[in-house]
Nanobody
Framework: QVRLVESGGGLVQPGGSLRLSCAAS????????VGWYRQAPGKEREWVAT???????NYAHSVKGRFTIARDNAKNTWYLQMNSLKPEDTAVYYC??????????????WGQGTQVTVAS
């Protein structure tokens, strides 16, 4: 059974930084791609960033230049470094990944979500 476990959310002042982590565990053969989404109160879930196996990142326009996505393939873990945070970044952040299990089955998985609140 594959699981994604997130960590690193919290309360931060505008202009501050946070780093989110997502660790995948279970019978995993490969993970590609991995990414982050977020959902603010009363809004639909929106894509934030994705990174492929070769390390090529893509970002939503709203976070480009402030957020950095990275992955550690040896640890089946990926990260979202969030700098220059704004109140509008407040949301529940979800990690996601397309994983091929050791049995050859491919599925999309989601983490449980972690709250990020940007406020003074």
């Amino acid at each position: 059974q594959v699981r994604l476990v997130e960590s690193g959310g919290g309360l931060v002042q505008p202009g501050g930084s946070l780093r989110l982590s997502c660790a995948a565990s279970g019978s995993i053969f490969s993970i590609n791609p991995v990414g982050w989404y977020r959902q603010a109160p009363g809004k639909e879930r929106e894509w934030v960033a994705t990174i492929s196996l070769d390390g090529s990142p893509n970002y939503a326009h709203s976070v480009k230049g402030r957020f950095t996505i990275a992955r550690d393939n040896a640890k089946n873990t990926w990260y979202l470094q969030m700098n220059s945070l704004k109140p509008e970044d407040t949301a529940v952040y979800y990690c996601t990944a397309r994983i091929r299990s050791s049995y050859g089955v491919v599925n999309d998985y989601w983490g449980q979500g972690t709250q990020v609140t940007v406020a003074s």
